[in-house]
């Protein structure tokens, strides 16, 4: 038998334990917005104290390699947090480690404390801290390369809280080698940024409305500098404007949106554009999205989205079809149940070949839930979407449902029924109250999205006959999952007399809408010919 390995003595333990005791006494803090004018420092088991205006500051700070060693502890204080990121806040895939995990705000500020029970690299500690404020995750795929784990604008720059109704508001962007700067029409600064804080700088603070047209002076922002500049107000919605084709050239060449009248970004147009602008934008300034299908060569992989549908109407299913052969997300499939008939003859032969999509029948009286959860157990997405089939969705709603998934970190994303459409009427409601982009609040259920791990976790589709996608959201907020709003364009709910699982009074329907469309208005849809 080996030796046995003599045990410390008593006074031996007594001083090791004093001395990591010591060491967490040890208190480093680092303050400014500036990672440049922080003094490179090694940490051997100290507290790490950091206090910082925004997540922005984070974020340059987590990837500067100014903080290196080890530590025990990180008391992290953001002194400007929007309610988008506070809404939010969680544990990031945290170390065997982790003894703790706390944070509060108590007015604009807040504070994120992680504790650890050995020493924890500090880089790590500071990328878990990112991950926890801007919930930035890596992609869930079950298979080929992954994309680099880079924190994308989007989680610093998004549309979140936007609300798309009536004028954009109107403001003067002007720009010089170092700086750019917006200003309302009265000509106060709103907001401004610099090459060294960065365009991300100052926007979790930023006193302007995101639904907004600037009207960009003659001389453009010169990249790289200024297109990431461009790119952040951009992703926050921001459309650009000038009567100079030459500068909507080159502000296009930028990838972000130009018009010449400022006075165009109004209603359903102007919803249109803020929206093209924010898509725009996530897709160029994220590193890991240029190089898939939807903004590049396709040399990283998209998730894959299989979009699952129940349907009992027939009459609805080609245009169902259109709409999904027509979406501009390329790694998606459709698997559709046939609750209670036959594929109609000639289905198949009017769909493109290349889109690729799976027919199960289900008996009449199989519940709704039971054909939901039987076709997302056979998808092979990594993603799940739902769809109705009477409803109506533009080419670009699968590609803004995982643009919002991967930028807010959310458990599911969905869109509102902000639009309904009357098909016995010949009319179109635009119930604003539903037009804010926002964290927590009730979804339209034909338009869900969520990986299967989160549809796992909760123990997947409610064998009811309905309600399905109330319980749904129901169990993902009671596990404590984040549910997110975003825009409401490219989806319309269709409420007709009969045929549906919810029932609504129609009168009462109308009675909340803001305003009346004739039909079904392009800037929101266009319908499939069938």
């Known amino acids: 038998m080996p030796a046995a390995v003599p045990r410390p003595s008593l006074a031996r333990r007594a001083v090791r334990r004093a001395r990591r005791e010591l060491s967490g006494l040890r208190r480093t803090t680092v303050r400014g917005s500036d990672p440049a004018r922080v003094k490179p420092r090694w940490l051997r088991g100290h507290r790490l104290r950091v206090v910082l205006p925004d997540a922005a500051a ?59 029970s050995r020493p924890y690299e500090s880089d790590r500690a500071l990328g878990d801290a990112v991950r926890a404020v801007l919930r930035y995750r890596p992609w869930e795929r079950a298979s080929g390369p992954h994309p680099p784990e880079t924190t994308s604008m989007a989680a610093l720059a998004n549309p979140y809280g936007r609300t798309l109704v009536g004028a954009a508001t109107r403001y003067r962007l002007s720009a010089g080698a170092d700086r750019v700067v917006l200003r309302d029409p009265h000509g106060r600064v709103l907001w401004h940024a610099d090459r060294v804080t960065g365009p991300g700088a100052g926007l979790a603070r930023a006193g302007f409305t995101k639904y907004a047209v600037a009207s960009v002076d003659v001389a453009v922002p010169v990249p790289p500098f200024g297109a990431e500049v461009l790119r952040a107000l951009a992703a926050c919605g921001v459309v650009f404007a000038s009567p100079d084709p030459a500068v909507r050239a080159a502000l296009a060449a930028l990838a972000v949106v130009a018009v010449e009248d400022p006075d165009s970004v109004d209603d359903l147009a102007g919803y249109a554009l803020s929206v093209q602008a924010a898509r725009q934008a996530a897709l160029s300034a994220d590193p890991a999205l240029r190089r898939t299908a939807l903004a590049g060569d396709g040399t990283c992989p998209l998730p894959a989205v299989s979009a699952v549908v129940a349907t009992k109407r027939a009459e609805h299913l080609d245009a169902l079809l259109g709409y999904l052969a027509a979406q501009t997300y390329p790694a998606l499939e459709a698997v559709v149940g046939l609750h209670g008939y036959d594929l109609p003859p000639g289905t198949r032969e009017r769909l493109p070949a290349s889109f690729p999509v799976r027919f ?157 469309y004739p039909g079904l208005p392009p800037e929101i849809v266009r319908p499939v010919r069938v």
Request: charged fraction near 25%; charge should be positive; avoid cysteine.
């Open 58 to 116: 984070l974020v340059r700070l987590a990837g500067s390699g100014r903080l290196t060693g080890q530590i025990r502890a990180l008391d992290l204080t953001l002194a400007h947090a929007p309610e988008w990121q506070v809404a939010g806040v969680r544990p990031p895939r945290l170390a065997r480690s982790v003894t703790g995990f706390r944070w509060h705000r108590r007015g604009d500020r807040l504070r994120v404390r992680l504790r650890w």
């Open 360 to 516: 199960v029948r289900f008996p009449a009286e199989r519940t709704l839930g039971g054909v939901l959860g039987e076709l997302s157990r056979i998808a092979d997405g990594d993603l799940l979407t739902k769809l109705d089939d009477d409803d109506h969705y533009g080419p670009d709603h699968v590609t803004d449902l995982f643009l919002a998934w991967h930028a807010v970190g959310a458990d599911l994303v969905a869109k509102g029924a902000r639009f309904v459409h009357f098909p016995e009427r010949g009319e179109t409601i635009d119930r604003a109250w539903a037009a804010p982009e926002v964290f927590d609040v009730t979804p339209a259920g034909g338009t869900l999205l969520f990986s299967r791990g989160s549809l796992a976790q909760v123990g997947g589709w409610s064998h009811a006959p309905r309600h399905v996608d109330a319980d749904l959201l129901a169990r993902v907020r009671g596990a404590g999952g984040l549910v997110y709003r975003t825009h409401a364009l490219e989806y319309v709910y269709v409420r007709r007399t009969s045929g549906h699982t919810f029932v609504a009074d129609t009168d009462a329907l109308l009675a909340h809408g803001e305003r009346t």
